[in-house]
């Protein structure tokens, strides 16, 4: 064995022992290790030193043939770097350790402390100051008793009379500096806090924008997914009509390519025979069987909630939807389709989501007054006297061609702001379904609900109509059912009667009205809010209270609002005919709607008048609370409409403003 493996082996057996042995092992065991390293550094002629060098390596052999020693050598030589740390470190060293450690990426990246204060006067400022008084009693049992000399000098005793000690003044002068110093700290701490707070503020809205484009793309492929789902059920049902038509007639389905074997002509070859036997004006227009199937409407089965997180309030997007002053508009559901009529004598449908026009709705010769969107079925009512319902379901509109993405999306709003597109001029062609004409002027207001229409119109009369049949089923007479019920009653409550007023060029006989399956609501320009029985005919009650013409109606369950030309919106109790609740504005109410919370009024302002019913309060929304840069303010606010917290109003110069509140 070479010298240094014999001292590598013996300072291993003696660290091992060291751990593991007593005292006296420990001693016996050093003066071995001793002799070792003399013998091996003393000259090799010296024979005291090779005795000690043998007597030595004897006691060290005995030792290592110990089966424990052994045992630890082995047990030593196959432990890991991990294992041989933990043994040398408690495990308290070690978390301590794990957490103080920093990484030299870490430590480049600090921000720069722009405090000017240290964090030792950030903790000293933090703590309460004590009154002179409370410090010496608190600090009076742990400091020494100065004595009685020393104790008035300290404290400047002095007379009443004498001025203070020069002593006490310095001291004073400490504390006040002292204080205002801590002050001047705290003052900091807290200007901190609040950018601190403002940049976590500023984080947030950040990440709620994000958010809030994130929920709007997922409501754009919603939309567009039900589409291509109502697509999808419009071919199961006509390839389901085709096998029941073919299985009716006992002949199975066969491609129109394909030419029977008995000899008949295909389809095909039908339609060229027909082509050449008619003119082609005339062929094109004879309906098909299959265009004339009726598709299904396209009901939305989800509901866009992007607007109910925006900020009361908040501006959605303006329209300048027509040249001329809004006559009517209506939406089906937020972001969604909204038709509007002016007196520009146009009819225009929108798609809220993109904000652009998808196509105008032709047929009446007049401007339309009223309007209503239900699904996808539209009625409008017209200066020319006559009703017409529009199906939105057969309109040739591709929302996903329109669509931009987010890259180009500065400069498509842009352009769209400045120039949007025009629709295709036959986009609307298939959407009519029929007219409705009998009243003999113009038609003022209507109403529908699933077959039944109710229209009111200026020549005085009121009709209710069968979609499903296409006519009118019942005609009243509103001067006629006045009187009935005064006579009946032996009172003039049910008359017609002077509203005290000079009458208005603007107000209509009907100025709005409401139906639901036999119950009709209708305010007419004597200030008269007549409930009806359609099944009867006949005035059921008469609510009174307005002096002006009533322009809007509408009910619920329980209650019944009405706006008038006598600048009031009143709430009626339809349990007890009376009076709930009633509030005035400064100008004529001219178009009034109301969701589950707000009531929302159009009160000849360029602003919509919004009252809260939850809480009682009004507030404004609209473009008139900002002027603009120029100095123009808008125009006033004609027409409203609201559902779910989703706002739209129109406005005298034909513009139209989306707004949340």
């Known amino acids: 064995m070479a010298p240094a493996q014999i001292v590598v082996a ?22 071995k290790v001793t002799t070792t390293a003399n013998h091996l550094m003393s000259p090799l002629g010296d024979p005291s030193s090779n005795a000690h060098y043998q007597h030595a390596m004897s006691g060290l052999q005995k030792e290592l043939l110990r089966p424990g020693i052994q045992q630890r050598v082995f047990s030593y030589a196959k432990a890991s770097p991990t294992e041989l740390v933990r043994s040398k470190l408690s495990t308290s060293e070690i978390q301590h350790r794990a957490l103080t450690f920093l990484p030299d990426d870490i430590l480049r990246n600090l921000p720069e402390n722009e405090n000017a204060y240290s964090l030792f006067q950030g903790f000293q400022a933090t703590i309460p100051e004590l009154d002179e008084d409370d410090d010496e009693h608190k600090s009076k049992g742990h400091r020494r008793l100065p004595s009685k000399t020393q104790n008035l000098l300290e404290r400047g005793e002095q007379a009443p009379n004498e001025p203070p000690s020069l002593t006490k003044l310095r001291r004073d002068q400490d504390k006040a500096n002292h204080r205002l110093e801590m002050m001047s700290i705290r003052k900091n701490m807290c200007s901190a806090e609040i950018r601190e707070i403002e940049n976590k503020i500023s984080n947030l809205n950040s990440m709620r924008k994000i958010v809030l484009e994130r929920l709007g793309d997922i409501e754009q492929d919603e939309v567009q997914a039900e589409q291509g789902l109502l697509e999808l059920d419009n071919q199961i049902e006509e390839m389901v009509e085709d096998l029941d038509d073919a299985t009716a007639l006992g002949n199975p389905v066969t491609p129109a390519t394909e030419i029977d074997p008995e000899g008949s002509a295909s389809d095909h070859e039908v339609q060229v025979m027909n082509e050449s036997f008619m003119s082609a004006s005339i062929y094109n227009k004879l309906p098909s069987p299959r265009s004339s199937r009726r598709q299904k409407p396209a009901r939305r089965k989800s509901i866009p909630i992007r607007h109910e997180h925006f900020e009361p309030g908040s501006n959605i997007r303006e329209l300048q939807a027509h040249n001329d002053m809004i006559t009517a508009l209506d939406f089906d559901v937020p972001f969604g389709t909204m038709v509007t009529s002016a007196l520009d004598d146009t009819v225009r449908v929108w798609d809220l989501n993109l904000g652009r026009c998808i196509g105008l709705l ?7 007054r009223c309007l209503q969107v239900e699904d996808s079925i539209i009625a409008t009512g017209s200066m020319d006297a006559s009703i017409r319902l529009w199906d939105l379901s057969k309109a040739d509109y591709a929302p996903q061609e329109n669509r931009f993405t987010k890259d180009d999306q500065d400069t498509e709003e842009d352009n769209v702001k400045d120039d949007p597109p025009l629709p295709h001029p ?47 089923v019942q005609t009243l007479d509103v001067l006629w059912a006045a009187a009935q019920a005064s006579a ?125 019913k939850t809480d009682g309060r009004h507030w404004d929304c609209g473009a008139g609370l900002v002027a603009d840069e120029d100095g123009q303010r808008p125009a006033v606010v004609g027409k409203v409409n609201i559902k779910d917290g989703f706002l739209t109003e129109g406005r005298k110069d034909g513009a139209v403003g989306i707004w949340t509140c």
Request: charged share 20%; glycine share 8%.
């Open 362 to 368: 032709e047929g009446h010769h007049a401007s339309v």
């Open 426 to 472: 036959s986009s609307m062609q298939d959407c009519p379904l029929f007219s409705l004409e009998a009243h003999v002027d113009e038609v003022t207001a209507l109403h529908f609900r699933g077959d039944t229409l109710v229209s009111g119109s200026a020549d005085k009369t009121l009709r209710q109509w069968d979609l499903v049949k296409g006519r009118c």
């Open 10 to 31: 013996a300072g291993y057996q003696a660290t091992t022992l060291f751990c593991e042995q007593g005292s006296q092992q420990i001693e016996a065991f050093g003066r």
């Open 488 to 612: 009946t009653m032996n009172t003039s409550d049910g008359q017609w009667r002077a509203t005290g007023r000079l009458p208005d060029a603007s107000a209509d006989f009907v100025g709005a009205l409401q139906c639901f399956d036999a119950a009709l609501a209708c305010g007419t320009a004597d200030g008269m809010v007549r409930l009806w029985d359609l099944r009867s005919g006949q005035v059921h009650r008469s609510l009174v209270g307005h002096t002006g013409s009533v322009t809007c109606v509408q009910f619920d369950d329980v209650h019944l609002v009405t706006g008038s030309l006598d600048r009031s919106i009143r709430i009626w109790d339809l349990r007890t005919g009376s009076i709930y609740d009633a509030y005035a504005y400064d100008n004529p109410v001219t178009s009034m709607m109301f969701d589950s919370r707000r009531i929302v009024a159009a009160a000849g302002e360029n602003v919509v008048k919004i009252y809260d």
